[in-house]
């Protein structure tokens, strides 16, 4: 079973940054982030699979891993109030794509709100 662990959100106005980190407990082909606002529908925003293969939904997104503490990240810029929403870690070791089907192991969540 692998465990995901997400921190880093909080509140920030318009324009500003955060950085969230997964952290998890082994090694996974597959990890990815999704957010889901109030009333919306569950989303994925950024996925890092293989070795160094990245890609993210949104520009102001850029997502990383750091292999030494098996640790991913999502960096957020220019953040808008559009982007408020609960952040989810996810992982999986076989196919890696933007559809929620893939992924198998949840972290907890971490809230992101940003303010105008």
């Known amino acids: 079973q692998v465990q995901l662990v997400e921190s880093g959100g909080g509140s920030v106005q318009a324009g500003g940054s955060l950085r969230l980190s997964c952290a998890a407990s082994g090694y996974t082909y597959c990890m990815g982030w999704f957010r889901q606002a109030p009333g919306k529908e569950r989303e994925g925003v950024a996925i890092f699979y293989g070795t160094s293969s990245a890609d993210t939904v949104e520009d102001r997104f850029s997502i990383s891993r750091d292999n030494a503490k098996n640790t991913l990240y999502l960096q957020m810029n220019s953040l808008k109030p559009e982007d408020t929403a609960m952040y989810y870690c996810?992982?999986?070791?076989?196919?890696?794509?933007?559809?929620?089907?893939?992924?198998?192991?949840w972290g907890q969540g971490t809230q992101v709100t940003v303010s105008s």
């Open positions: 996810a992982a999986h070791g076989g196919r890696c794509t933007y559809s929620e089907e893939d992924y198998i192991f």
